[in-house]
Nanobody, 120 residues
Framework: QVQLVESGGGLVQPGGSLRLSCAAS????????MGWYRQAPGKQRELVAA???????NYADSVKGRFTISRDNAKNTVYLQMNSLKPEDTAVYYC??????????????WGQGTQVTVSS
């Protein structure tokens, strides 16, 4: 099966930076989409940034200009560079992959989540 492993969360002061990583391992044909979501206590999980199946990027308005999503296809890894962090960015961050496990089948996989806390 496919496994997603996240890393890079932590505690940072406002204005600081963190980089999250998420790597997929296992047997599959290809990754069609990659993204990052976050969920704060008492709130719905929301999209932060993503690569679509066509390769374009989408960002939440709240993070545009501060966060950058990138990927290394050879390593099956997606990154989220987070700069100019604000307290309202505090949440558990989850990576999300849409993976083609067989030619006609896409499956959705989630990472285990990593805590990002922005506080002075």
């Amino acid at each position: 099966q496919v496994q997603l492993v996240e890393s890079g969360g932590g505690l940072v002061q406002p204005g600081g930076s963190l980089r999250l990583s998420c790597a997929a391992s296992g047997s599959f044909f290809s990754i069609s989409a990659m993204g990052w979501y976050r969920q704060a206590p008492g709130k719905q999980r929301e999209l932060v940034a993503a690569f679509t199946s066509s390769g374009s990027t989408n960002y939440a308005d709240s993070v545009k200009g501060r966060f950058t999503i990138s990927r290394d296809n050879a390593k099956n890894t997606v990154y989220l560079q987070m700069n100019s962090l604000k307290p309202e960015d505090t949440a558990v961050y989850y990576c999300n992959f849409d993976i083609r496990v067989v030619p006609l089948t896409l499956r959705v996989y989630w990472g285990q989540g990593t805590q990002v806390t922005v506080s002075s």
